[in-house]
């Protein structure tokens, strides 16, 4: 299954130090012994139209073999927790999709 994240940080977070940081928490989530493979990005410089949306910050997508794997990562995996942890108060907004 694949888990696909996007992150829509406050206001006041846009500055690079802040960036940065966050950069390197997502980064860290890549290390989680749960998932098969991942990635992670800012919106791309596609051309604007009314069915993209370019609004978010950053977004993530995992994708986990089974879904145990993916809920082992949702309630005990340390990267995870110590990311959520960390920046729970940076965002306005998170979107979770995922697919089967």
């Not at 696909?4 to 206001?11: A, G, N, S």
């Not at 690079?16 to 966050?22: M, Q, T, V």
């Not at 082992?72 to 920046?87: G, I, K, L, R």
Request: hydrophobic letters at 35%; glycine letters at 4%; one cysteine or more.
């Amino acid at each position: 299954m694949e888990h696909h994240v996007y992150f829509w940080l406050k206001q006041g977070r846009d500055n690079s130090s802040d960036r940065s940081k966050f950069e390197a928490g997502i980064s860290r989530l890549m290390e989680s012994e749960n998932l098969e493979s991942g990635c992670w990005g800012k919106p791309a410089a596609t051309e604007k139209r009314a069915v993209t949306d370019h609004s978010w910050d950053y977004a993530l997508s995992f994708k986990f073999t089974t879904m145990e794997d993916h809920d082992a990562y949702q309630s005990d995996d340390p990267q995870h927790m110590a990311f959520v942890e960390d920046f729970r108060t940076w965002w306005e907004r998170v979107l979770v999709m995922d697919i089967e």
